[in-house]
């Protein structure tokens, strides 16, 4: 299969030449390459596929991958505030030992589970968490220019006295995750902030979108093979 930085690429073949020194007409024309991308289903995976590998797409489709971004968010957060409900809930109905035991364990992983809170306390009034807005364009942004692994120098491998081995630092990817000062910065919030509370929701939408685009990227692979 063809890899997707490849194929979005040769939809402006004036400007990048895969098939150059092949002779003939290139196996996969422009419109052949956007029929197959019009074959991923459409969604976050797709936008972040486009975004990703095709940045003159950038200027039509990072707006709506932002908001797309911020729906899933939302409702992975009022999923663990129902969580958060149905134990309380569950508590106050439990109607023997046993029922009790079951709810107050249910009420200790959703509260484990429970992220910041959307709105804040400010001078006795409620306002939206300022973070929550940072946190989408925070991490479109990793993933869009993601870390460089120190390592490899982006490789995806090393030297050693056998020769080149793969880098262990970075997994082979050639990239490592921005670091936790460089994260809370981006929300607005101290380092320390960062990593008791918002590292867990910072890196459930990084894992969202990675594999939101690794699912596009093979749908994308499969229509054009």
Not at 60 to 65: C, K, V
Not at 97 to 104: D, N, T, V
Not at 127 to 144: S, T
């Amino acid at each position: 299969m063809t890899h997707p930085a490849y194929l979005l690429a040769r939809l402006h073949p004036k400007n990048v030449r895969f098939d150059i020194g092949s002779g003939g007409l290139p196996e996969l024309t422009s419109s052949d390459i956007a029929g197959a991308l019009g074959m991923v289903p459409r969604g976050l995976g797709r936008d972040l596929l486009c975004l990703y590998w095709w940045p003159d797409s950038r200027w039509s489709l990072q707006h709506h991958a932002l908001n797309a971004m911020n729906a899933e968010l939302m409702a992975e957060y009022r999923r663990r505030e129902n969580a958060m409900l149905d134990a309380t809930l569950a508590i106050a109905i439990s109607s023997d030992r046993f029922a009790l035991r079951r709810a107050q364990g249910m009420y200790a992983s959703a509260h484990e589970n429970r992220w910041p809170s959307v709105d804040e306390v400010q001078n006795e009034i409620r306002l939206p968490n300022p973070a929550y807005a940072r946190l989408a364009p925070a991490v479109l942004a990793e993933i869009l220019s993601p870390r460089q692994c120190p390592d490899c120098e982006g490789r995806k491998e090393v030297a050693s006295r056998t020769g080149p081995k793969p880098c262990g630092r970075c997994q082979e990817q050639g990239v490592i995750p921005s670091k936790n000062v460089d994260r809370a910065g981006a929300l607005g919030i101290k380092e320390d902030a960062y990593r008791k509370t918002w590292h867990y929701v910072y890196t459930w939408l990084m894992d969202h979108c990675a594999d939101g685009l690794a699912a596009a990227s093979r749908a994308l692979e499969r229509a054009a093979a």
